[in-house]
């Protein structure tokens, strides 16, 4: 009882000073770049080495605020060809954040079957600690092969719960990114829809493309419902550049990003239409930043 008259004397002497609560202002959130949009520059280390100053550069005046790799060398533990200090370096001297990258290790035949997958952890336990230092909060896988039966599909599942208990450890979110294959069924069950239920939700997220879960038939905003919080990222993408299409609901999406669990979000470009990559890379941007759920919580 004291405790509690003693908080309630200083809120109401606070109220007599005329002290009013201070409103928060939202957190800035990145704008970021799946850099295989634009692999045609930057897709891979003598690319890198050539235009990544340039490209970096013009990437953060357009408004992006961090960029998600795709070029992992898992035997040299490099990032387009450079050690992962240096790509953070890079980045950062461009005024850019390493946010996340896109890698992948499928399991051998032996450890599909036996449910085994020591050998497997052991490149994790690398990759895991290269991506580290180059300073990601989000590893992601971008695909496997699908089992054609639920007992496999399990066992990648649990894979996945292993993969992601590892990233938890160094401080590292870990998920899964979709292409349209997953709305398939296996033994009559959705393939996403079984991954979503047989993995650990605090240590698997979903990445959801929310193009290719249109192109295979799949609503974003239902499984957001469905499945609340699980897709902590999403990757933002148009048949080409955002929003030309009308095919994807962009503005339901974003009405419904809380429920979802969005953290971060990614640009990506399959193909351009306007001729050189930085005027639909510009395209996209000016198009995020002119929506009001980016406004508020995403620009600079």
């Known amino acids: 009882m004291k405790r509690i008259s003693i908080v309630l004397m200083s809120a109401l002497m606070a109220v007599a000073c005329g002290q009013q609560p201070q409103a928060q202002e939202p957190v800035k959130k990145d704008i970021a770049l799946q850099l295989y949009s634009i692999r045609n520059v930057i897709g891979d280390a003598e690319k890198y080495a050539a235009n990544h100053e340039s490209v970096f550069k013009a990437l953060a005046e357009m408004g992006y605020t961090a960029v998600e790799a795709a070029n992992y ?123 979503l239920e047989n993995t650990d939700p605090n240590y698997v997220f979903f990445q959801m493309d929310v193009y290719w879960a249109c192109m295979g038939r799949a609503y974003p905003v239902e499984y957001f419902r469905k499945y609340p919080g699980r897709f902590k990222m999403l990757h933002i993408k148009d048949h080409y550049e955002l929003g030309e299409s009308g095919m994807v609901g962009f503005d339901a999406i974003f009405n419904n990003a809380e429920t979802a669990g969005l953290e971060n979000f990614i640009v990506e470009l ?15 941007a000016d198009y995020l930043l002119g929506s009001d759920f980016v406004k508020e919580s995403y620009a600079k």
């Open 270 to 284: 399959e193909g351009f239409t306007k001729g050189e990559w930085d005027v639909s890379i510009k395209a996209c």
């Open 73 to 195: 060398n898992g035997d040299e533990g490099l990032l387009y060809g450079v050690k992962p200090e240096q790509y953070k370096a890079d980045l950062e001297a461009a005024g850019l954040k390493s946010l996340s990258s896109h890698i992948g290790h499928s399991l051998s035949a032996e450890e599909l079957k036996t449910g085994k997958f020591d050998e497997s952890m052991k490149w994790w336990d690398k990759a895991i600690a290269v991506h580290k230092a180059a300073g990601c909060s989000y590893i992601v896988t971008p695909s496997f092969p699908v089992p054609d039966n639920l007992k496999d599909l399990k066992t990648y599942c649990d894979y996945f719960n292993a993969i992601g208990k590892k990233c938890a450890e160094a401080g590292i979110k870990y998920g899964y990114h979709n292409h349209a294959h997953e709305f398939n069924k296996v033994e009559d069950k959705v393939v996403y829809d079984f991954m």
